[in-house]
């Protein structure tokens, strides 16, 4: 009998004083509150959350999450008191309180309880057992008949044998050419986590930008109207860069081509963000980081400085020289 899959909890903080952490928790029950023993634990002096506010236990392959507080308990803004949760879902702990997102990621590899027994290799005696067989003798050739003889007080003239016409060739059809290859079947949906909002996507791939055709819009500052796409195939996610001006970066380099995603890959989609983390299953989660200084910005910034400097000098001088000439 198979053991049930390895589940692992994803619980991205998204406000509060934990807001850009990332907890990754596999327990089959996860205690929220200020208590040291909580495994979603939240500092002491929030007092509008308990010390033991929820708990979320596994049923099965689904999670359930059960209010035990005072002051309550939301899921993507509606009080609950036990409710089935799913990916994507916003919690929020007491009204008014921290919020953070509740994903899922199964992981592969769950082992039988018991292994089955080696399979008998049943094929080498059969192999060894069986008699060698002679290669059938090629059946016999029929005799040609004999041609016609003509008679004999007339010879006709030997006729000119007509050419054989061969069919003309079978031109073969030119193959037709493939289909660009599309995206596979997402197991689970694409899912980004942007300021207080989850985005689910069920297939991609999705372009990221200001266009209103962009399938994941962001109006920001250095966000042109076609800024980057993430792609799926080969089992794998990838990022493009679609501004083709090496704006967007991964782990602060920037892309040339279409780039594998791997766990933990900050990307950058420009100068002054915003910024994610690529996790694995395909979720995308938006991190606090310092604006990227843009090298031509600061080379400019440091030659204007060296410029002021440079000509300070200069203008003293020539006004005591103007101060001279006066008397």
Known sequence: ???????????????GPL????????QPQLEIGRHKSCQIKFPADITVI?????????????????????????????????EYLKDGDVITVAPGGPKFSF??????????????????????????????????????????????????????????????????????AAPAPA??????????????????TINSFDSLPITIGRHPS???????????????????????????????????????SPIQQETVLQHNDEITLSATGPFFRFLEGGRLVEIEKEPVVEPEKQENETASDQDQT?????????SLFDKFLKH
């Open 50 to 82: 308990s010390r033991k506010h929820a708990t979320i236990v596994r049923d099965g392959n689904r999670f359930k999450i059960i209010d035990h507080s005072g002051n309550g308990t939301l899921v993507n803004s509606q009080p609950i008191k036990e």
């Open 19 to 26: 807001k850009g952490r990332i907890q990754e928790l596999n």
């Open 103 to 172: 994903l899922t990621e199964i992981k592969p590899g769950a082992a039988p309880l018991e292994p089955a027994p080696p399979a008998e290799p049943a094929a080498e005696p059969v192999k060894a057992a069986a008699p060698v067989q002679q290669p059938a003798p090629p059946p016999p050739q029929p005799e040609p008949e004999p041609a016609a003889q003509p008679l004999p007080d007339y010879q006709p003239p030997p006729a000119k044998p007509e050419p054989v016409r061969q069919p003309p060739p079978e031109v073969e």
């Open 310 to 318: 440079s000509t300070s000098p200069s203008r003293k001088i020539k």
């Open 179 to 196: 289909p660009p290859a599309a995206s596979e079947k997402l197991i689970s949906p694409f899912v980004v986590q942007y300021g207080p």
């Open 214 to 252: 962009c399938e994941f819009i962001i109006e920001k500052t250095g966000i042109l109207e076609h800024q980057a796409q993430i792609n799926f195939h080969n089992s794998q996610f990838y990022l493009e860069d679609r501004t083709g001006q090496q704006r967007v970066l991964v782990n602060g």
């Open 1 to 15: 009998m198979p053991q049930p899959p390895n589940i692992i909890v994803q619980i991205i903080h998204i406000e």
